[in-house]
């Protein structure tokens, strides 16, 4: 057998690739979601292996493995029924394993070799991949460090490893990580000083480094600048990476052994090469930089539009409070004088933190773009404007206009998700602007194009006066997306709020329906001691957003948000309908709620547990006046309860239960992203249904996995099968991280007969049902005519799917089961073949709605 069909049939043939169907016909009626139409591929999720992973403990090897989605066909009360599993050490069989997908073996050893091998009907499908010990409950991936640099003020600075994402990228059905590298002098939005580059790596899960892409100058660093988009859009198998991109954009490939394969610069626009842009330009604003663009913003004063509307002051005395003095257009002499007052006068005035004669490293000019890159080589695949543009430096986004003067800031925010729009492939979401204007687009991806599919804007919040307002909670001038401004928060989420088999984007306080319209924008009443009692208001800006089913007891899901508008927001924190908008519960707190967390913490308490201020219950009932952390959350103990990540900055991260305390100290790691002390990821990476945690070792020397080695007796399918969960996981890194949750209610009390069965299909199904049946001819369980016949087959069902034509390939695959139900003559079909191929056969076919 050639090492090529080898490798393939170890990483499970039959279901390494085959189509995710989570319906079969003894799910239970009530959690079988919608069928695809005959000849129309189901929702698109990722085509992963068995995942078998095995660890090191002080009682034995603890293994653990998925259960893919297609592979659940029912429901017990400890888990979901379909596909047992056969345990192997050494080529010996040890079990069966039919209520879980761990199994601790107390006799294995470090030099132990395992396999797990799906069974059905009491006939083996497939072998998993060898695994060997880890030796103790985590895996490091090597990372290789950027090399130091140092800014144009001067000022040296060094890289260490942050958020992480994973996507399979080369189409074996392995994650492979995803990395940014942040300079220890990154920033956030509204803080002044250069910063080094930004750099994204790939790695394989031993270390080798596929490619790098240096952001360059031009990108500035910081959790709100750049998020990570890595899945498969165009539904080849392989991961593409999106992110916002500019001019000095570069990606660097390389051989096995380390060295620079190659190197190449992004696509500059047609139109930006004839405007004289540049790869090698350099648009980072020093202090002199920034005076005269002060200058030139002033000169330009009476031409700008809204003062020629008459929406703006006239005169920069008039805006400024001072008597009139000077002739407009202004002269570059008196344009300089009021750009003196304005800087060393009017600012500090406004707050003492208002220094602007220090103002640099910012960028505020350019090209700003959107590209695609191949996951796999790092290849720039397309490139586009990112929409929309700045349009200025924050005049006109209400960065002038409040008592802290903060240019770059409202207009550089941030954030970017993936979502099932259509219900069937995942979509890429890119916003700007959520305190005053508001905008999304959203694109498909099908290996050549890059499309929009819906662009939303709310239009400006309108000011009476730029350098003196508060435009934060009024309505933008858009009529249909006017009510947005001032909704969105640090992060956002896609889910089917409404149950069309669609995700919405819950963007804050509001939530964008599927096709682009506002599904709703969330406003209450202003309590009494508020700053304006009785009148309607936004829910507005937060910082921590959980969007899953929080209450089983009544329908539907919820949200829940906490919000940092003080006075002047009806709510410090708020449990609303994630279908209508509807606030079921909150409290308000006349102050900056900062953080809110959701967690089936107590598993005494039905309903998944919610604390920003003291801890409620998912109905509202007061808890607890003390409450867990809020950094982040994991789903890590057997029992299906959750548990908290703490620790931040220099701390050594820990994984903590509310209830019996301390599970995990993660020696010799650290968390990211300063006080918010996330992990790089929190995700279902590898093995059963629990999530690992990705943290960096102290020196960035490798990316830390730790693996939950409790045995556990609950049966799930992987979560990276459910579509809001691999929404969620993609999206987890975009500026203030959030945990990622289920498309269903997840906790220790969840009654797993609701859980989704529903079909969906796996890009490389058909290639690995080409590939089983190869090994079955070459093993001789596959012979004669019958084996031409099947392969043709399936040959042409492989093409109609690269295509895109999926009632052609399901056409193609009825056939295929016909020919396998012959067997005339010369043909033989072993029972085991015949059970493997009619098998995966039959799980694409039911993906394809036939």
């Known amino acids: 057998m050639n090492p090529t069909k080898t490798s393939l049939r170890l990483l499970s043939v039959g279901t390494l690739g085959v189509a995710l169907t989570f319906g079969c016909l003894a799910a239970p009626a009530s959690a079988v979601g919608p069928s695809p139409e005959p000849g129309n591929p189901a929702v698109q999720l990722d085509h992963l292996d068995r995942g078998l992973v095995a660890a090191g403990t002080s009682e034995g090897v603890f293994l653990s493995w998925r259960l893919l989605g297609h592979e659940a066909t029912g429901s017990s009360a400890t888990g979901l029924t379909g596909t047992d599993f056969n345990v192997y050490r050494d080529g010996q069989k040890l079990a069966t394993v039919t209520d879980s997908t761990n199994y601790l073996d107390t006799s294995g050893t470090a030099a132990s070799k395992y396999q797990v091998r799906a069974v059905v009907e009491g006939v083996e499908l497939d072998e998993s991949a060898t695994a060997t010990s880890w030796g103790g409950n985590f895996k490091d991936i090597p990372l290789r460090k950027p090399a130091d640099g140092v800014t144009p003020a001067g000022q040296a600075y060094t890289y260490s490893a942050n958020d992480a994402s994973v996507a399979d990228v080369d189409g074996d059905g392995q994650y492979e990580f995803i990395v940014k590298w942040d300079p220890n002098n990154s920033k956030d939005v509204s803080q002044v000083g250069y910063t080094g580059n930004t750099y994204v790596d790939t790695y394989k899960a031993d270390g080798t480094l596929l490619h790098r892409i240096d952001l360059g100058v031009n990108v500035r660093s910081g959790a709100h600048y750049t998020q990570l988009l890595v899945n498969d ?20 490939n390389y051989n096995a052994d380390g060295s620079v394969a190659s190197q190449q610069f992004i696509t500059l626009l047609q139109s930006d090469i004839e405007a004289g842009y540049a790869s090698t330009d350099d648009y980072r604003m020093s202090a002199a930089d920034y005076y005269q663009h002060v200058v030139e913003m002033f000169q330009g004063w009476s031409q700008h539009p809204e003062v020629k509307a008459g929406n703006w002051p006239a005169t920069l005395e008039e805006a400024f409070g001072i008597a009139p003095e000077y002739q407009y257009p202004l002269s570059t002499s008196d344009a300089k004088a009021l750009a003196d007052y304005f800087m060393d006068v009017y600012a500090p005035s406004r707050s003492a933190r208002n220094n602007l004669r220090a103002f640099e490293g910012f960028i505020v000019s350019g090209p700003e773009y959107l590209t695609v890159f191949e996951g796999a080589t790092g290849k720039e695949l397309k490139t586009v404007a990112y929409e929309p543009g700045r349009h200025d430096d924050g005049l006109m986004w209400g960065d002038y206009a409040m008592a802290r003067i903060e240019p770059g800031n409202r207009v550089d925010r941030f954030l970017a998700g993936v979502a099932y729009l259509d219900g069937q492939k995942p979509a890429a979401v890119f916003a700007r602007g959520y305190y005053t204007r508001t905008t999304l687009a959203t694109y498909t991806w099908d290996g ?43 992060s956002l989420s896609a889910s089917d709020v409404d149950g069309d088999g669609r995700q919405e984007i819950v963007y804050g306080a509001a939530t964008i329906d599927d096709d682009g319209s506002v599904l709703y924008s969330s406003f209450d009443t202003m309590p009494e001691g508020s700053a304006t009692p009785g009148e309607e208001a936004r829910l507005g800006h937060g910082d921590a957003m959980h969007v899953t089913d929080i209450d089983p007891n009544r329908p539907g899901k919820e949200i829940f948000t906490v919000h940092e508008g003080g006075t002047w927001a009806p709510y410090g924190y708020a449990m609303r309908d994630a279908g209508t908008g509807e606030v079921l519960f909150g409290a308000y707190s006349g102050k900056d709620t900062g953080r809110g967390m959701i967690g089936d913490v107590d598993p005494a308490v039905p309903g998944i547990e919610n604390w920003a201020i003291g801890m409620q219950s998912a109905d509202g009932t007061k808890l607890s006046t003390s409450q867990p952390g809020t950094n982040m959350s994991i789903k890590w103990a057997a029992d299906m309860t959750t548990q908290i990540v703490n620790g931040s900055g220099d701390q050594t991260p820990t994984i903590d239960d509310w209830k019996r305390g301390r599970l995990l100290t993660a020696e010799g790691t650290r968390t990211n992203n300063g006080t918010k002390g996330t992990p790089s990821l929190v995700a279902d990476v590898v093995g059963d249904w629990r999530e690992e945690m990705l943290v960096r070792t102290a020196d960035s020397t490798a990316l830390r996995m730790y693996l939950s080695t409790e045995v556990t007796n609950h049966k799930l399918y992987t979560l990276m099968h459910d579509p809001q969960y691999r929404a969620e996981v993609a999206r987890q890194n975009t500026t203030y991280n959030q945990p990622s949750y289920t498309d269903f209610y997840f906790a220790s009390d969840m009654e797993f007969g609701d859980v989704p069965l529903r079909a969906a299909w796996l890009p490389g199904s058909v290639k690995a049902l080409q590939h089983a049946l190869e090994d079955l001819t070459e093993s001789g369980d596959v012979t004669g005519p019958v084996a031409s016949q099947l392969t043709e087959n399936v040959r042409q069902a492989a093409k109609a799917v690269e295509d895109g034509d999926p009632e052609k390939a399901a056409r193609t695959l009825e056939r295929f089961v016909d020919f396998l139900a012959q067997q005339n003559g010369p043909d033989t079909v072993s029972d085991t073949a015949r059970t493997v191929l009619d098998y995966n056969a039959g799980n694409i076919l039911r993906a394809f709605g036939s």
């Open 448 to 490: 050549t194009n890059l499309s929009p599919a819906w662009n939303i804007d709310s239009g400006w919040a309108p000011m009476t006066n730029p350098f003196n307002d508060s435009p934060h909670g009024r309505d933008g001038t858009d009529p249909e997306y006017g009510k947005l401004t001032t909704q969105g928060f640090h």
């Open 233 to 252: 859009f165009d539904g080849d198998g392989r991961a593409e990476m999106m992110m916002k991109t500019a001019p000095g954009t570069k990606s660097t």
